[in-house]
C-alpha cells in the first residue's frame, strides 16, 4: 500500500457537522496503545474552508478521515487514489507522502464488508436495498459490485443522485419508491442520516421484508431506534458502529502500516457487535 515512510504530522477528521463522530475516541485508544505521539482532533470545516483547510495539512503532512459533507470534494482534491476510492468515487481516509502528494483512499468498503460478515448476511446473489445515494452509498455500490450475482435497488430523495450511482455501477438500480427498492431484498442499508440526532427512521419498520437483514449505517448511543425497532420485529439489524470500527483500523493501517489495537479500539468505542 502506498502510504507515507514516517508518521503524518497531524491527523485529524473533517466533517460538518463533527461533534457526532466516536472516531476521536477509538483512534486516540489506539494511538496510546501503539504508543505513537499524536492526537487524533475532530475539525468542524464548513464547505467554503476545506480548500484552505487541506492547503494547511499538506504544509504538515496531515493524515486524517472524511465524513459528511467532504468526501466527495477530498476525492477530487486527492492526486492519488487507491482503487477502493475510485471504484467509490469517495475518499474517506487520506495522508500525504514525503513529496506532499495527497493520497485518498476509501476504507468504508472493507468495513461495511467486515460489517455485513458480522450479521451473518450471505454475500453471493444478494439483493440489496440501498435508501440514499450519497458518499456512504457510493461505497456501499462498490462493496456489491465484488459480490457474485448481487443487485442494489436504489431508493434516495433525489433521483438524480441514484441516478449517477447507477451510470457507475451496472448492478445498480434507481427504485421510484422504497416499497420498490424493498422488494425481495436479503439485505437493507440506511446511507442517510436519518436517524442520527433524533428517533426519526428511514423507512417504516413495517416495510422491511420478513427475512431481510438490516444495517444502519447511523449510529448513536444506544443503537438507533430504527435498529431498536427492526430487531422487536424481529430481523437481524446492526447499527453502524460495527462498520465505523473496521473503517477505523482500516484507516489506522494507512496511515502508519500496522494494526491497530482491535480490542482497544473497540473498548473506546463502546462497541457492541449485537446482531439480534
Ligand atoms: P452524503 O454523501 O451527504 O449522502 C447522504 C444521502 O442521504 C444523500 O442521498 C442525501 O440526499 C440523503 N439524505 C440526507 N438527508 C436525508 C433525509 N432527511 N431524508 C432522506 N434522505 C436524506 O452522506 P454520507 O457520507 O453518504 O453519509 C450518510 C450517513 O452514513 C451519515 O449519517 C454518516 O454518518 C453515515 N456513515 C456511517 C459510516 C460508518 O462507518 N458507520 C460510514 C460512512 C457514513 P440528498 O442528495 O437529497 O441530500
Redesign the pocket.
Known sequence: MSRTAAWPGRLVLLGHPVGHSRSPAFQNAALEAAGIPLRYTALDVAPAELGQVLADLRAVRGAGNV???H?RAVYEACEVRLPRAEQAGAVNTFWHDEEGRLYGDNT?VA?FEAAVDSLGTTRPGAVVALL??????AGVCAAVATWAGATVGIF???PE?ANELRQRFPHTRPASSAAAALSGASLVVN????G?TDDAHPVEVAWLPRDAHVMD???RDGETSWVRAARARGLRAID?RA??LS?GAEAFRCWFGRDPDLEVMRTALGHSTRSE
Open positions: 465524513t459528511i459533507p468526501k468504508d468495513g440514499g445515494a450519497g458518499g456512504a452509498a434516495a430523495r433525489s443522485r446511507a442517510t442520516p436519518v442520527m449505517l447511523v449510529y453502524g462498520m465505523l473503517q
